[in-house]
């Protein structure tokens, strides 16, 4: 598309003189907004936004057979759906790729960290409390995968646990909150003509060669990483984008747990 290469040229031009379309700096996000409790009939919810990018994430429990690998443990997924009133170029219909790529980082990340203890998700012989993250994407202006990372995790910190009798979950009644080991967070970089972006806007992620996305959790600890597109990371940049990963994820659960 013409208008995307004309916002590539403009992006390469202003990363040139060391500056950014939007004036921020290269490894600075953009406004970060957190709203717990949005729905009432999920058992938890969050909205995040960072910059104009918005993203709604409910929680659901379900009664499961656990893994057969996993006899004493619970269930836990993660989906996301991206909304044709998002953004231009989503539709309506089945998972794309992006979706996909979407929920498979965000779950990874609270997967890797053991965010939620599925142990204490056991209910009985053949049967645990399945967790059903679904993830809606309401504005794409860029970075979904952080914005979604953190509002699955306020989602969960916000998660009640329905009562569960007579083999049955009843949905007006809670144990109490969630058990929530840890938290998890996602700074995601482009790589745009050489330089190392954080957080980019729909403008910086048309131009970018390839995006690495760290996944860091309490305790000053790397959990998960992925990598999508051409561009190549040296051992020296990987080694710093991690030490910058693990700065940003402290900023970042410090605005979940306020």
Do not use: W
């Amino acid at each position: 598309m013409i208008m995307n290469e004309v916002k590539e040229e403009f992006v390469k031009e202003m990363l040139k003189t060391g500056k950014r379309s939007d004036g921020r700096e290269l490894l600075q996000y953009r406004k970060i907004k957190l709203e717990k409790g949005l729905l009432p009939n999920a058992e938890g919810s969050c909205l995040a936004q960072i910059g104009d990018s918005k993203v709604l994430a409910g929680v659901k429990f379900d009664i499961v057979e656990p893994y057969k690998d996993r006899p004493s443990e619970g269930v836990f997924q993660v989906n996301a759906e991206f909304l044709p009133l998002a953004h231009p170029e989503f539709f309506a219909g089945p998972p794309d790729e992006r979706s996909i790529e979407l929920a498979r980082v965000v779950d990874r990340g609270i997967r890797s960290a053991d965010c939620v203890n599925a142990k204490k998700l056991y209910l009985e012989e053949g049967k645990a409390l399945g967790i059903y993250v679904d993830l809606y994407i309401m504005d794409h202006c860029g970075n979904l995968i952080d914005t979604a990372a953190l509002a699955a995790m306020g989602a969960l910190l916000n998660t009640k646990v329905p009562k569960y009798e007579e083999k049955a979950l009843i949905r007006t009644e809670f144990t109490g909150k969630l058990p929530i080991v840890r938290s998890a967070v996602v700074s995601s970089f482009e790589k745009i003509d050489g330089k190392l972006v954080l957080d980019a806007n729909d403008e910086e992620e048309v131009s970018s060669e390839g995006r690495l996305s760290l996944a860091t959790c309490d305790g000053d600890l790397l959990c998960a990483a992925q990598k999508s597109g051409k561009a190549s990371f040296s051992r020296e940049e990987f080694s710093s984008l991690m030490d910058i990963a693990l700065e940003k994820g402290k900023e970042l659960r410090n605005l979940l747990n306020g």
